[in-house]
């Protein structure tokens, strides 16, 4: 919950893609005290379920909605759904993401290629695409997209991923110069090494390597990311748009 006095999300629903699990769960449960209505849309239906019904008994407006946001049909029925059901969309955080397999770009498969910049940057873009045009309208609103280090950085083995993340900060960028004049605001947010399920899935001994290579000397929590996106979608960031902020324990350096 954001400190008493402090200004929180912009008023509306908070809508997180891939709030499910990790830092999307962290994020919705950070910003959720202060929303009018969350709404958590993944693909992974059950645990959606069971985090919305987590803070719907701590008496929080919450709602779990299945969503594929490589489908731009599904994400266009998502926003008809909500503007039927809920508050305006006030903040928009896109979690959803995949690392796809680690494989250098020569023998990258060319499936596995589409399916993670469809995931990260294609579904990230159609998230926006519904959220924007009503935040013009209303003069208000904040997207936050979670990017990566590896929108800065070259990391071997995940040329995809890296294309994506690069990708969204562009995307990022760019849409915070086109709405900025509207006062709406879009950033994205660069986390490093989280303990997350996506980062337990990697080949064993990642995590050690991981760990060692970060300045901090330790993975970083969902939460420690989820803290940084409260801040840049209230009012006390008001100022901030079109820039990338990592929270990566200083890997970055
Ligand atoms: N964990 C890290 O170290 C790390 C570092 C940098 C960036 N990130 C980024 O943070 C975001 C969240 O990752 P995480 O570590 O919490 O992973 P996670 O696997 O715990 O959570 C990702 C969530 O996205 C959902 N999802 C996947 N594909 C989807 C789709 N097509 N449509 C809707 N939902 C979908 C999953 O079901 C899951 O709930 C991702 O964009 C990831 O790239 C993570």
Redesign the pocket.
Known sequence: MSPPGEPGPPPGTVLV????????AACVRRLAPAADATVI????RA?ARELAAELAAAGLRTTALP????DPDAVTALYRLLAATHPPVGTLVN?????GPRRPVGQYDPEDFDAVVR??LL?TFHMMRGALPGMRTRGRGVVVN?????GARAVRGYGA?VAA?HGVIGLTRTAAREYAEYGVRVVSV?????A????EALPPGTTRRLTGETPAGRLGH?GEVAELVAFLSSERARYITGSDHPVDGGWLG
Not at 41 to 44: L, P, R, Y
Not at 95 to 99: L, N, V
Not at 146 to 150: G, Q, R, W
Not at 190 to 194: A, D, F, K, L, Y
Request: with cysteine; hydrophobic share 35%; proline share 7%.
């Open positions: 893609s891939g709030g499910a699990s990790g830092i999307g849309a993944d693909t992974d645990r969503l594929d946001v490589r979690c959803a993401g995949i690392s995931t990260n579904g979670i990017a990566s280090v590896a991923y993340k660069s986390p490093g090494h989280i997350t399920p996506m980062l969902p």
